[in-house]
Structures are given as C-alpha cells and as structure tokens.
C-alpha cells in the first residue's frame, strides 16, 4: 500500500488510437450506466404485468437502483482510496454487467428488486471514475475535450433511453432492456483493463468507517424512498413519509456530526470548504434539478392532454441532442482559454429562454413549436455540464478528484430526485387551483358557458356527457396552465443561478500536477 502523503508521478497522457479507444471504453461505459436509469421507466407496465403485480408497485423496480445508487454514488473517493482507480471502474462494470443478466432472468418481483439493489449499488462509481479516468488520460490542456466526450454521452443516454426502452418492450420482451448491457459492458471492460491498467493509482488502506456508512446508508435510503413515494402517498399527510422525514433528517444530521470529526471519513465533506466546489456544485445541482424537473413533465403532459403516444412524445423530445452534440466539442475546445463562468451564465440564461417559451404554451400548441425549446435547450446542455464540471474540480489537487466527482454527482442526482417530485407535485396543486377557479364559470348563469351547454345540446348530446366533456376540457386547461406555472417559476430560478455561479474563482493551473487516489 502506498504512503497517503507521498508524491506520486502522474502517468503521461495517452495519444492516437489509444486514447481513442480508451475514451470509448470509458464513454461506453457511462452510456450504459445513464440509459438503465431511464431504460426501465416506460417498460414498468409492462413489467408489472409479466410477474403479476399492480403498476404502482412494478415502480420499486426504479426506486430500488435509485436507492443503491445514491448510497453507493459519493463512497467513490474511498472506495478508490482502498482498490485503485483501474481496478474499481472495472469491477464495477463487471458486476453491473453480472446484476444486468441476473434482472433480466429474474422471475418475480422480489427476485428483481434485489437485484436492482445489486446493480444500482455497483454502479455508483462508475460515472465519477469515468469522469475522472478521462481526465488523466487527456493532456491537460485538452481536459475540456475529455469532459466533453464525457458530456456527450450523459446528453444521449437519456433521451435514447424512454425510446429504446419502449421499443424493446413492444418488440421484443423487458428482460431485453437488461440484456442490452451485457456485450456493452463486456467490451468497455475488455478495453479499459487493455489500455489502463498499466496507469492504475496508489492504494491507502485506511479503517472502514463503518458508522459513517451505516448513517449515509439509513439516511440517503430514507431519503430517496421519501421523493420517490411521497406523491403516492400524498406526502406530508402520510404516517409513513413523516417517519420517512424524521429518518431521514436525523440520520443527516448524526452522518454530518460524524464525518466532519471522523478521522477516515467514508466520504470527504472538507471539499465543501473549497469555494469552487461549493458553488460548482450548488449550480449544477439546482440547474439539474430543475432541468430534469421539465425533463419529466413534458413527456406526461404531451401524452395526458396534448394527445401524443408514448413514443411520439419521446421523439418530440430528442431533439436536444442536436446541438448538443454539436456544440460539446466546441465548448471543450474553447474551454481551457475561457472563463468556464461565462459558459455556465450563459447556459442558464438559455435554458432560461427555454423555459419562458414553454411558459405560452396552449393546449394547440403545434409540434414545431414544442420542437423548437428543445432544439434552444441542446445549446444550453453542451455549456452546462463540461464549465461547472471544470469549475467544481478547479483548484483541487487531481487526486481528489475520484471524491469530487462521486459527490458532486451524488448532489446532482438527489437534486434530480428533488425535482422530479416538487415538479409533478407543483402541477397537481396548482391544475387543482386552477380547475376550481375555472369551474366557477361553469354554471347556467355565465354566458359562454350557457352558450356551449345549449349547442351540444341542440346537436342531441345527453346532458351527462355534456358535463363531462366541459370537465375534461376544464381539468386540460388546468393543467396546461399550471404547467406554464412551473415554466415560469424555473425561468425565474434560472436567471438567479446565471449570477450566482460568478461566486465562484476559477483557478487556472499551467503545469500538470501529480494524479493519485490517495488524499
């Protein structure tokens, strides 16, 4: 094992094919880890009813892998400490490949829930680590260009996910969503142990924190069941989300007490003392939590009250890979001579123009007018991970970067899971404000609505129906008009953080300096 406080030589940066190769193992790699997070979503029907079990408890399937992942996600900076960088990117691979084939020939619910729990807690480092292996084997002054092949394929993943899923389900059968990862996983582990194992980093073996990974894992569980079943169990109003709170919040403070007096913490809270990291990470996890908040919501809006299937709102959608992977290369050429703070300014500033146009949206809206924010949004995603990525890292010696990549990720995925349950909450309390405003006018005493009763009624409708197609017509504008509620609130929210990232001072470094996994 290797002295913690020794100096370590970086190993040279890899050039040609073989840093060609070693930059698609990585991105393979992190592709089939980001698209299983989405994979599965639109295949939980169908899911459910092959092992016999209602939908709302087929959603265990998602929330058992986000659970595992977010526990396992910010032990990265450790766990590379204790088995080297090389050799955890490939086990971690290995065995996601392994829990892969195990989902895919499970034949109950039971059977598949753990073994979620299996792949999700595997996966954890494999996104910090593919972040961070890129960046030793890039020259320095192309770091932009390796968080930009980086970018690219968490840009991807997700929108090919829903589509690739739904198609599996329809023409295939589920277990094929896991199955997809085996040859993937295979060969990104083949060429990453080919090509990287020779520039593996030191090793420290320090305690186990044990009771700083036992309160992680009870308050992060807690935690992430909470965001996933508070909606379904009508939050705050539910016995079992207030015990889930009280854990939660409790497990936090005792995990918070604990490390920062830990000697061997299990995960390294002193990054937050770096200014850059700080605001880094504060932006890009608000930025994500909104984003993927929109993310969410457009798709079931489209699908409930626009009219659009499945896979249709899916396409309407992957437009924002376009400029996204148009522009990624770019920013990471331009990155090591520019301010990564103009970057992310100006990728809030239009993610803020995004979401202002939804914020007009009508119930007629065509789909050129959707596919256009979606275009707009591809320019802001190509600006916003790669700068914040460097901001957050900026300043920080490269042998902590396993643990600021694994916990700044960790920020950014809770965020996610903030958002996707503030944002559909939002859209059910304010479409219930705005239908009860709404019904108002719906009586005999007010005109156009006694103009729209009497001429359905004239063309023989049953008055029954009547009502109940006014309600339906009513309960569609409520929620189109709560929707331009929360594009408007986020516009708002997005302007702020457009300033607020100036609270960061990028520090530019001219020389290498040493990468290890030790502190």
């Known amino acids: 094992m290797a002295d913690p406080n020794a100096q370590h030589e970086p190993p040279p940066p890899l050039h040609g094919a073989t840093l060609a190769l070693a930059t698609i193992a990585l991105s393979l790699a992190t592709f089939m880890n980001v698209l299983d997070t989405t994979i599965a979503n639109v295949s939980i029907p169908t899911i459910a009813g092959d092992v016999g079990v209602s939908p709302s408890q087929g959603t265990w399937v998602i929330t058992s892998f986000a659970v595992a992942n977010a526990i396992s996600v910010p032990l990265t900076g450790w766990l590379t400490q204790r088995f080297g960088a090389v050799r955890l990117f490939v086990s971690s691979v290995l065995l996601f490949v392994l829990a892969s084939l195990a989902c895919g020939l499970a034949s109950s619910l039971q059977m598949l829930i753990v073994f979620r729990v299996l792949q999700g807690a595997v996966a954890g480092p494999m996104i910090p680590l593919s972040q961070t292996l890129l960046l030793q084997c890039f020259p320095r002054e192309k770091a932009g260009m390796a968080l930009a092949a980086w970018g690219m394929t968490t840009l991807v993943a997700p929108v090919l996910g829903p589509v690739l899923g739904g198609w599996i389900s329809d023409n295939l059968s589920w277990p094929w969503i896991f199955y997809i990862n085996i040859p993937t996983g295979l060969v990104a582990a083949m060429m990453a142990w080919r090509l990287l194992r020779h520039r593996e980093s030191p090793t420290v073996k320090r305690p186990v924190d044990g009771i700083g ?6 308050w992060v569980g807690a935690l992430q069941i909470l965001l996933d079943k508070g909606k379904e169990l009508d939050w705050f109003g539910s016995g079992e989300i207030r015990a889930l709170a009280l854990v939660a919040v409790t497990g936090f403070c005792f995990f918070l007490a604990w490390e920062l007096t830990e000697e061997h913490p299990v995960v390294d809270l002193s990054l937050f003392r770096s200014r850059n990291f700080t605001a880094g990470v504060i932006a ?3 930025g994500y939590g909104i984003f993927f908040g929109s993310v969410v919501l457009m798709p079931l809006w489209m699908q409930q009250y626009v009219g659009y299937t499945a896979t249709w709102a899916g396409l309407m959608t992957a437009p924002i890979g376009v400029f996204a ?3 990624s290369p770019v920013v990471g050429k331009l990155l090591p001579k520019s301010d990564p703070r103009l970057f992310a300014s100006a990728s809030f500033l239009i993610f803020a123009l995004v979401s202002y146009m939804r914020s007009g949206f009508t119930l007629e809206v065509t789909p ?4 256009l924010p979606q275009l707009i949004q591809g320019a802001a995603t190509a600006m916003f991970f790669i700068p914040l ?3 957050i890292l900026s ?3 490269p042998s902590r970067f396993p643990s600021a990549a694994g916990l700044s990720n960790f920020m950014r995925m809770t965020a996610a899971a903030f958002g996707t349950s503030i944002s559909t909450t939002l859209w059910d309390d304010r479409a219930a404000l705005h239908h009860a405003r709404l019904t108002e006018h719906l009586n005999v005493y007010d005109a156009p609505a006694r103009q729209a009763i009497e001429t359905l009624s004239a063309q023989g409708m049953p008055r029954e129906q009547i009502l109940a197609l006014l309600d339906r017509q009513t309960t569609a504008q409520a929620y189109m ?3 331009n509620d929360f594009f408007l ?3 708002v929210l997005l302007l702020v953080l457009a300033g607020g990232v100036w609270l960061a001072k990028p520090q530019r470094q001219s020389a290498p300096v040493p990468v290890d996994g030790g502190h």
């Open 284 to 286: 890009i996890a608000l």
């Open 213 to 218: 990974l036992a309160l992680l894992v009870i």
């Open 389 to 391: 990525t460097s901001l």
């Open 325 to 327: 992977l148009m522009l």
């Open 489 to 491: 609130l986020a516009t």
């Open 481 to 483: 008009m709560s929707a």
């Open 395 to 397: 300043g920080l010696h």
């Open 368 to 371: 050129w007018v959707i596919i």
